[in-house]
T-cell receptor, first 115, second 114 residues
Framework: DAGVIQSPRHEVTEMGQEVTLRCKPI?????LFWYRQTMMQGLELLVY????????DSGMPKDRFSAKMPNASFSTLKIQPSEPRDSAVYFC?????????????FGDGTRLSIL | AQSVTQPDIHITVSEGASLELRCNYS??????LFWYVQSPGQGLQLLLK??????LVQGIKGFEAEFKRSQSSFNLRKPSVHWSDAAEYFC????????????FGKGTTLSVSS
């Protein structure tokens, strides 16, 4: 079975540019999570969806970040304008059923570098 | 709200020696507990999970973990470490309520010396 698929795997862009990260969850999973991982902050939950609806986006900087899930098999995380402090590895994960008591399945991440 | 503490940031173990990684959680009810492993350049992979029942759970790659309610702990163990086990390990706790997310610890980096 295909796992969580993220694209691109690596992204290098200049400050001020728009960045779009993409995620395809495991088929049938109705929870989708976006995380950011840095050396300093560790793994941070940015936003998560249940059945395409945002459940909690309190971890996401709203002024420059936006997350969408237009259908059950696709989600995007957009940063506009990007800043050097956004450099991190961004992970998407999905899970089945009730999010709190089901394991999350992670993609391989997008390594983002903002110059 | 639940929380997770992994007291050890970095641990070094000799190859072939036993391993124990500590995890303490805070939650008012019976928690759902998970251990994940992250190898360099990869995403997090589920090692094992505890939902209920037997407090000693077996996972992949020869790992096991024991849930101790009295100590609010869920420590990860392996009897003999291999060099390929060098990675970062995350403990996570989940609640039974629908619509909630897992809470992850800060992680423990495991180095394996020869």
């Amino acid at each position: 079975d295909a796992g969580v698929i993220q694209s691109p795997r690596h992204e290098v862009t200049e400050m001020g540019q728009e960045v779009t990260l993409r995620c395809k969850p495991i088929s049938g999973h109705d929870y989708l999570f976006w995380y950011r991982q840095t050396m300093m902050q560790g793994l941070e939950l940015l936003v998560y969806f249940n059945n395409k609806a945002v459940m909690d986006d309190s971890g996401m900087p709203k002024d420059r970040f936006s997350a969408k899930m237009p259908n059950a098999s696709f989600s995007t995380l957009k940063i506009q304008p990007s800043e050097p402090r956004d450099s991190a590895v961004y992970f998407c994960a999905s899970s089945l059923g009730q999010g709190g008591n089901q394991p999350q399945h992670f993609g391989d991440g997008t390594r983002l570098s903002i110059l | 709200a639940q929380s997770v503490t992994q007291p050890d940031i970095h641990i070094t173990v000799s190859e072939g020696a036993s391993l124990e990684l500590r995890c303490n959680y805070s939650y008012g009810a019976t928690p759902y507990l998970f251990w994940y492993v992250q190898s360099p350049g990869q995403g997090l992979q589920l090692l094992l999970k505890y939902f209920s029942g037997d407090t000693l759970v077996q996972g992949i790659k020869g790992f096991e973990a024991e849930f101790k309610r009295s100590q609010s702990s869920f420590n990860l163990r392996k009897p003999s470490v291999h060099w390929s086990d060098a990675a970062e390990y995350f403990c996570a706790v989940g609640a039974w309520q629908a619509g909630t997310a897992l809470i992850f610890g800060k992680g423990t980096t495991l180095s394996v010396s020869s």
